[in-house]
């Protein structure tokens, strides 16, 4: 089993000291954990009756934690110099992103806005407007499936990596996009509102499914690469055959998580799909 080219200990990632707390990173989080806060707040009063899910909370909190993780946390300094760091910091912004999903913020993020804010953008999406058409395009099974495809691809490509390790701006867009599509990827299994539904579990496993093998592909495609494919990180050592072994570890880190986690939640829904029709055949008839 190749092994990555830095091992950490895990007190680095328990002292405060080893990360780094970008301004901009933390403005955007504090204003999106704020922005629930206040939007749940506006909505318990004044609609008594809808309560905040404790879930909610909890999945929100992960998704919060995945992204502070992946952009605050050693995992960005290690990222630029390491390509199996970089890895493992991908992997945490693209399954932060079902987790924040789970947690519905949107309703809150609405809410929070002012009311004329609130109102101007509820009539834009409002079910037959231009935006919620876009939307409901991006998020369908096709536009979700697609998004997430290509943000992962496209950067992917030699080149641009080894630009994106060289441009901090650069690197800020590759995270925002990976989140951006993933997103968009997780949003039609997930069914945060607003959104269109997949009605059938048959159809959310084959969406699934399909995640998986392309994301495994191109894990696959960088294990089995039998070169260096980003030479960027030749400068950071005297020795190729340790970057190629850290390659094919990053590879195998794409390959083997990110498929299983999505094959974990394809098998999940191919469940209820069966306990579902399992009941159905049982009832008696009418």
Do not use: C
């Amino acid at each position: 089993m190749p092994e990555p080219l830095v091992q950490v200990p895990l007190r680095v990632f328990l002292d405060p000291s080893y990360w780094s707390w970008r301004w901009p990173v933390l403005l955007v989080l504090s204003w999106f954990a704020g922005s629930v806060v206040v939007g749940t707040l506006r909505l318990w009063r004044g609609r008594g009756r809808n309560r905040w899910p404790l879930r909610r909370s909890v999945w929100l909190g992960f998704g919060l934690g995945g992204l502070k993780l992946a952009l605050l946390s050693p995992l960005d300094a290690l990222g630029g110099a390491v390509f199996s760091w970089h890895m493992v910091q991908h992997l945490a912004l693209l399954y932060a992103a079902p987790l924040v999903l789970a947690g519905r913020p949107f309703p809150a993020v609405l809410w929070s806005l002012p009311r004329p804010a609130r109102a101007a953008l509820g009539r834009a999406l409002r079910p037959g407007g231009t935006l919620r058409r876009i939307f409901a395009a991006m998020t369908s099974p096709v536009g979700g499936l697609t998004a997430g495809t290509l943000s992962l691809w496209i950067w992917h490509y030699p080149p641009l990596y080894d630009a994106v390790l060289t441009r901090r701006w650069l690197h800020d867009l590759e995270h925002v996009t990976f989140f951006a599509g993933a997103l968009l990827y997780w949003w039609p299994v997930t069914e945060a509102p607003p959104v269109r539904r997949i009605r059938s579990d048959a159809v959310r496993t084959l969406y699934l499914v399909l995640g998986g093998l392309q994301s495994g592909l191109l894990g696959a495609l960088v294990t089995f690469w039998p070169g260096v494919l980003y030479h960027r990180y030749l400068l950071e050592t005297v020795d190729p055959v340790r970057v190629q072994a850290d390659q094919v570890f990053g590879g195998l880190v794409m390959w083997l998580s990110g498929p299983i986690v999505v094959t974990l939640a394809a098998l999940a829904t191919l469940g209820r799909e069966v306990a579902r029709v399992a009941e159905v055949e049982e009832l008696p008839p009418h």
